[in-house]
């Protein structure tokens, strides 16, 4: 019962689009972190920023005296300014993960990106525009890849991306969490800064292993349109 319900999950993800789910995730994670600085800037209240660019936790908070989280706006109200980036982190997630595949999907997502960015939404614009670019080989052959990559390479990273997903998505809710909760301890704040360097071991494994699974998704689906 077991084996067979494993054996079910796994012909699922197989026929998962590996470069989709790896969008989701980033695109998800970009808009989850422009709704925590929009929170952060809307509990300022309404006052005038200092300037094009702002610190996104209030002097009430409590790691703001160790740490603290820079943004960009062009809004004249904190407050305002929070709001939007609540909005715009919103339609990030919802388009990410449910329209970036279509017709000028992507150019939307990153025109959402850059909006997020411009009214406080954290400065993760860096992370967007790799998902644009990743966004860009939804459904398309993938020779380059397929020629450039070693076959044995292409297995082992379509192995890890689950892998590297489940960490990605841990590493991400303690972040998140020791940011919510807020902490004015050099021990957290620090492993704060490690989590941030480590990421991008998983990010860069997603990357990889979205498109070698999709490689393989691809040639499996040709395989069986021959047999049939």
Known sequence: MIQSKYNNYRLIWLKTNGIRVVVAAFGTL???TGLIAGYFEIQQGSIAPSGFTISTIGSNYSMADDFTYFAVTIMPDLLITGILAVITS????MWSLGFVHKNTGVLIFLGLSIMQMLVGGGWVIDLAIITSILATRID???NWWRSHLPT???SWLAKLLPIS???YMIISFIMLVLTILGV???????????????????????IFGGLAHEIQRKSNF???SEII
Request: charged residues 15%.
């Open 165 to 167: 997903l489940v960490v």
């Open 140 to 142: 398309k052959p993938l």
């Open 30 to 32: 970009c808009g989850l």
């Open 90 to 93: 919103c339609l990030v997630i």
């Open 184 to 206: 004015n301890n050099a021990v957290l704040i620090k492993l704060l800064e490690l989590l941030a360097t480590i990421m991008f071991i998983p990010i860069l494994l997603m």
């Open 222 to 224: 040709d395989l069986e």
């Open 152 to 154: 044995k390479l292409r």
